[in-house]
Structures are given as structure tokens and as C-alpha cells.
């Protein structure tokens, strides 16, 4: 006799009525969980009774699943630009559902924007990694199928879904000229604003002779603004390049043309070096169009480097130790500079820089002649470190208040380091760390006439420093237009 019963036990069951054979097959018909026995019962002997047994119970669950759910999709690809035959990245699927079913995608690949009719490239794995050995636009999609597995009533159920449609484009290689100029003519109409150049992520550069000529020549005839980005190079990429970016394309109108399409530039880690070439020319000096400039590697901003980049608006060198004579000379919309390992700042290094602010030079040992003659936006300098300030460093800079931190030892001060013309006010805070004994009495010092007398009065005569025309540095005692009236020095200490 078999039992069924709402209890994991045997002992609760009810009896069901006709059901006596070895098997039984339960109903499906209502929801819920129901627990089975069966009890076996001997035939009797002569004048006797028969043996009775009771099994375990066994569970039986129907569920109600009219269909599985729809599985949550999306898609995402890290990057969706690439040049024939560059190293893709994985686009990545995501599948979820709450109905404990297993999920199942297949990558296809499509000529057309949707997310039918493509071409099976892939099943079983959340990532597909697309091809870039044809040019071309090309679009991917996944279908995730979910599926629960039979439940006694219906069978296996199945639900599936087409992803989002992930636009890949293939442009032609530019690791030579015909390739470059495929890759910018593909670029159609973009690229012709300077405010909108194409990001251009140079792996090589052509380096035999001429090679730079028939860079810029390409850009000069495709007339494409671009952000040139060469410190992603593959290792080897530039083996043959020299570590000296000293280029003066003379020899091309075209190319001098090109390099005036230029908007940003950075260099690869094995250039160490920007400097002229053998004309004397600025290495940069006809980027007419460039806005910000880096390089992962240089060590020395040589002579002239950017002198008279007047677009040029920020620059990235964090491993320059030298910035050489005239390096930024006239660059006036420079106001964005990163040096933190510059040792020596040259002769007119920022000079005329009319919209640099702020510099911060923690390891500047050496601030020479007239660096920062004309930066008259310039507000606040930090100079920890620095041993000398070279003659009129900070002529003419600052408007109507400056302020500068000095180190704890008093540096070697030249004569006008902060000299005025005509009737200009300035007042300059000299910060200096606590403790500091060697710049003298702290306290405020004014040049209210054409005398250094009264402004270096009180001992603020620190060791070391050098009178030179009858004063100690910040104003000199001449009848040049620069004099030394309207000047006040305020001397304080800081923590």
C-alpha cells in the first residue's frame, strides 16, 4: 500500500486509495512538496498472521516554470579603434539570471549595424577577441540562451536574447607612408579643426633618411590635425631612431607645412634629448598649431627647444633635469609645466611665458639669468633646494604681488632679481622655513626711493650673498629704466 503525506515521516501518510502495485507515479498536477511511503505486507501462514515492512520516505517538488526568464545582457570593449594588424583587446560579455538556469552564448560578427544576421565566430566564452587583419567597420553581437532543465512538466524550457550591437573599427596601418595616408584620408572630414584633431597613436616612425620629411609631408597633404602620440612604441619599434630629437625639416616646404598640423606631440622613452639641429633651428620651433608637448624619457630641454611655440599651452617632462637657454623663451600661453627633477633652470628659459602662474621646482639647484623676465601672471614660485638666482630672474614678473619659498640656507642672489619699470607696484613675500637663521631679521623691507639702503636694512643680508651696485640682490641701485622705487620685500617664516 503506498502513502503520501506533508511530513518527512512514515507515519503521518494517508492511504492512496487503488494504489497498491510495486510502483507508483505521482501526480504533477498541484504545486508543492509531497513525501511517499509504500508498506509491504506478506501473504499469512496457516492460522497465522503475514509480516508487514515500511520503506523511507522519498520527496517529490513540482514546480510551475512556464518558461525560463530572459537573461540580462551588455557588452563592452575597452577600446573599439585599432590599426591593421594591431593586438585587440577582448570584448566582454555579461549574462545574468535569477532562475537558477544555465546560460550559453555564441559571438557573431556583422557587416551590417544590428544584431541579426551575423556570422557565427565564437561559442561557450564571455570574451571574444576580434580580428584586425582587414580594414573595415565591423559589428559584433552575442546571444545568450538560458535554459532550465526538464521539470516533468513540459520538458526543458529555453529562453534567448541578442545582445547590443559593438562597433569595431579597422584602420589602415600606418607603419608606412601609403599606409598613413589611408589612415588619415579614412578619417574624412575629421580632423580638419584644429580644436577637434584625430588621436593618431604612432607605432613607428619611417627612421631612414628623410623619414620625418615624409611624416609631416603626409600630414601636410592629407591637411588632418593631429594629436601624434609616439610613447606607446612597441619595443624595437624605434630601434633605429636616434635619442636626440633635434629635427629641421629644411629640406621640404611640405614637411615645415605638416609640422604646423601637429596639435599634440608625445615622444617615445628613447628620445632623452631635445635640442637644435646643426641650423640652429628651434626643434619645435615650427609647430605652429602644437597645445601640449611630453616625453616619458628626456632628460635635457635643450637649447631653443620650443622658443616661440606661441599655442603651446602645457608640457609634460617628468624626468628633465636640464631646461636649457631659451627653452620656452616667448611661449605665451604656456601655463601648465611639469619638472619635478629639473636641476637647472637656463638663461631665459620661461622669458615672456605671459600666462604661466605657478612653477614648482623641488630639486632646482640653479634659476638662471632673466629665466622668467616678462612672466607677468606669474603668483607663486617654490624653490626649496635653489643655491642661486642668476641676475633679473623674475624681472618684470608678477603683477601687483608675488610670493617665493626659498630653502633653509639663504641662496646666492644676483642683482634685480625682481627689478621694475616705471610706477609698478609690487610687493614680494619671501617664505623661509622656520629656524632659518642665515637670511637675517625677518620683517617687511621697502624701496621707497632709488635706494637699496632703507630696503636692506635691519642685518637682511643672509650669508653667503654678494652685494653687487650697493645692494644684496632683489633690486639694484642704477638710473635705468628698471629702478629699484615701489618695491616692498616682506620676509617671513613658515612651518
Given amino acids: ?91 566582454v560579455a555579461a549574462a545574468a539570471v535569477t532562475d537558477g538556469g544555465r546560460i550559453t552564448i555564441t559571438w557573431y560578427k556583422n557587416g551590417e549595424n544590428s544584431n541579426t544576421g551575423g ?92 623619414g620625418w620629411d615624409a611624416l609631416f609631408e603626409t600630414l601636410a597633404k592629407a591637411q588632418k590635425y593631429v594629436e601624434l602620440n609616439m610613447s606607446a612604441t612597441p619595443v624595437g619599434g624605434l630601434s633605429a631612431l636616434p635619442a636626440d630629437f633635434s629635427y629641421y625639416c629644411g629640406s621640404s616646404d611640405d614637411a615645415k607645412t605638416g609640422k604646423g598640423y601637429v596639435v599634440s606631440f608625445a615622444l617615445p622613452a628613447r628620445i632623452k634629448q631635445i635640442s637644435y639641429n646643426n641650423d640652429y633651428k628651434s626643434a619645435f620651433g615650427d609647430f605652429d598649431a602644437i597645445k601640449t608637448a611630453s616625453g616619458v624619457g628626456v632628460k635635457t630641454i635643450g637649447y631653443e627647444a620650443f622658443e616661440g611655440c606661441a599655442t603651446l599651452e602645457a608640457v609634460d617632462f617628468p624626468l628633465a633635469v636640464t631646461i636649457g637657454n631659451y627653452a620656452f623663451y616667448g611661449c605665451a600661453t604656456l601655463d601648465a609645466v611639469n619638472f619635478p627633477l629639473a636641476v637647472t633652470i637656463g638663461y631665459q628659459a620661461f622669458y615672456d611665458c605671459k600666462k604661466l602662474d605657478a612653477v614648482d621646482f623641488p630639486l632646482a639647484v640653479t634659476i638662471e639669468y632673466q629665466a622668467f623676465d616678462g612672466c607677468i601672471s606669474l603668483k607663486t614660485v617654490n624653490l626649496p633646494n635653489v643655491g642661486a638666482i642668476g641676475n633679473r630672474a623674475f624681472q618684470g614678473a608678477g603683477n601687483a604681488a608675488f610670493v617665493i619659498t626659498l630653502g633653509q640656507t639663504a641662496p646666492l642672489l644676483s642683482e634685480a632679481i625682481f627689478s621694475r619699470s616705471g610706477d609698478l607696484l609690487l610687493t614680494v613675500t619671501v617664505n623661509i622655513p622656520d629656524g632659518a637663521s642665515s637670511y637675517g631679521t625677518v620683517g617687511e623691507y621697502s624701496s621707497s626711493s632709488n635706494s637699496t639702503t632703507a630696503c636692506w636694512a635691519n642685518g637682511f643680508r643672509g650669508a653667503g650673498w654678494v652685494a653687487i651696485n650697493d645692494g644684496f640682490g632683489f633690486i639694484q641701485n642704477s638710473a635705468s629704466a628698471y629702478i629699484n622705487q615701489n618695491i616692498t620685500v616682506v620676509l617671513q617664516t613658515i612651518q
Fill in 119 to 210: 556570422a557565427s565566430v565564437s561559442a561557450g566564452n564571455n570574451e571574444y577577441t576580434p580580428s584586425t587583419q582587414t580594414v573595415g567597420t565591423f559589428y559584433y553581437y552575442f546571444t545568450a540562451v538560458n535554459t532550465i532543465p526538464d521539470n516533468g512538466a513540459g520538458g526543458v524550457k529555453t529562453q534567448t536574447l541578442a545582445s547590443a550591437v559593438q562597433e569595431i573599427r579597422v584602420d589602415p596601418s600606418i607603419r608606412d607612408v601609403a599606409g598613413l595616408e589611408a589612415a588619415l584620408e579614412n578619417f574624412g572630414a575629421a580632423g580638419a579643426d584644429k580644436e577637434a584633431p584625430v588621436e593618431l597613436p604612432l607605432p613607428v616612425v619611417w627612421t631612414d633618411e628623410g
Fill in 1 to 91: 500500500q503506498w502513502y503520501s503525506g506533508a511530513e518527512n515521516n512514515t507515519a503521518n501518510g494517508s492511504a492512496i486509495e487503488g494504489a497498491t502495485e510495486a510502483s507508483y507515479t505521482p501526480p504533477t498536477t498541484e504545486l508543492g512538496v509531497v513525501y511517499y511511503y509504500v508498506t509491504v505486507t506478506s501473504l499469512p501462514s496457516a492460522g497465522g498472521a503475514g509480516d508487514a515492512a515500511t520503506s523511507s520516505a522519498a520527496c517529490v517538488e513540482v514546480n510551475n516554470f512556464v518558461n525560463a526568464a530572459l537573461p540580462s545582457l551588455s557588452i563592452n570593449a575597452n577600446k573599439t579603434g585599432y590599426f591593421a594588424g594591431e593586438s585587440a583587446e577582448p570584448i
